[in-house]
């Protein structure tokens, strides 16, 4: 099965990116990894993505179409895989169909994970990390016994900036804006599928697989 997973920042997309690849048994496909992979090897891909994000700027599509074509050519990738973080936006999309179909293949499905912007923000702004070990807690969800303190180093707790209330609220307007259009692009292809994102990990993982199941997953 090949598929796409998109869903807002703090919808918990990277967890799920993992449970659902091992349920499929297909590879997952991170932009994040693939970078870092390119960076790390010091490819003439990884080179150039470097330059941009050492100056602060996004790497270009094509800079990173590549890299994606590559890493899709590997053999783990030929039966499958699942994509996280790629697509972004609709000519990403549209470069991704036609790389598979030059590949002789397309996409089978796009699962989006459904979860509205104060559940979001109620998730990522209540994180708290630990600047002794690097623990990440939340004040509803999993707080520590001491407020501020963490119960595993004793170290102190802080809020990232990624996890600051107009850093989220920021966030959420890039994807609403990208990711809105990449949604209908997929949804006029028929391959969208919709979960509920909200509640426990396993849960929304038990809804992604019943979800898939109809498309051959
Ligand atoms: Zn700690």
New binding site residues.
């Given amino acids: 099965m090949r598929l796409v997973l998109v869903g807002p920042p703090g919808a918990g997309k990277g967890t799920q990116a993992e449970f659902v690849a091992a349920h499929l048994a297909v590879p997952k496909i991170s932009t994040g990894d693939i970078f870092r992979a390119n960076v790390t090897l010091g490819t003439p891909l990884g080179v150039e993505a470097k330059r941009y994000m050492v100056a602060g700027l996004l790497v270009p599509d094509e800079v990173t179409i590549n890299m994606v074509a590559e890493r899709l050519a590997e053999n783990d990738a030929t039966d499958g895989f699942l994509l996280d973080g790629f697509p972004r936006t609709t000519p990403q999309a549209v470069a991704l169909d036609k790389l598979l179909a030059d590949l002789g293949t397309a996409l089978d499905v796009i699962l989006e994970l459904v979860v509205d912007e104060d559940e979001v923000i109620r998730r990522l702004s209540g994180r708290r990390t630990?600047?002794?070990?690097?623990?990440i807690w939340h004040v509803e969800f999993d707080p520590t016994t001491r407020e501020g303190v963490?119960?595993?180093?004793?170290?102190e707790l802080f809020q990232r900036d990624d996890d600051k209330a107009e850093t989220i609220a920021e966030r959420m307007r890039v994807y609403a804006r990208d990711t809105a259009p990449l949604i209908d692009y997929y949804g006029t292809q028929g391959k969208l599928v919709g979960i509920d994102a909200t509640g426990p990990v396993e849960d929304i993982t038990v809804r992604a697989i019943d979800a898939l199941r109809s498309y051959g997953g």
């Fill in positions: 630990c600047r002794g070990c690097g623990k963490c119960d595993r180093c004793g170290g």
